[in-house]
């Protein structure tokens, strides 16, 4: 039924740009936070950037200046725009969906691997 599906993940230069895409299926996109987070080999998963269904965002500090996340509500799609990649920015970026008072995470993608060369 639920389905998120990530998608834009691929091998860059440190420096580069990327944009991560997340569609999802079978939720009421427009109800949801939506959320990127990451998880690096040997590490746990972590805050990356989130959206409210009103537009509001929170970022790590890492990545604060550097990333973006946005929403299309017409296409049911979250997008995380990367730009200055490091290599501490390599791990496998997941998408994610709850409704607002819900503890937790509702729902995940299955991951999208980011990995930065130096």
């Known amino acids: 039924q639920v389905q998120l599906v990530e998608s834009g993940g691929t091998l860059v230069q440190a420096g580069g740009s990327l944009r991560l895409s997340c569609a999802a299926s079978?939720?009421?996109?427009?109800?949801?936070?939506m959320g990127w987070y990451r998880q690096a080999p040997g590490k746990q998963r972590e805050l990356v950037a989130v959206?409210?269904?009103?537009?509001?965002?929170n970022y790590a500090d890492s990545v604060k200046g550097r990333f973006t996340i946005f929403r299309d509500n017409a296409k049911n799609t979250v997008y995380l725009q990367m730009n200055s990649l490091k290599p501490e920015d390599t791990a496998v970026y997941y998408c994610?969906?709850?409704?607002?008072?819900?503890?937790?995470?509702?729902?995940w993608g299955q991951g999208t691997q980011v990995t930065v060369s130096s």
């Open positions: 959206i409210t269904s009103g537009g509001n965002t």
């Open positions: 994610s969906a709850r409704l607002p008072l819900s503890r937790g995470t509702d729902y």
């Open positions: 079978g939720i009421i996109f427009n109800m949801y936070v």
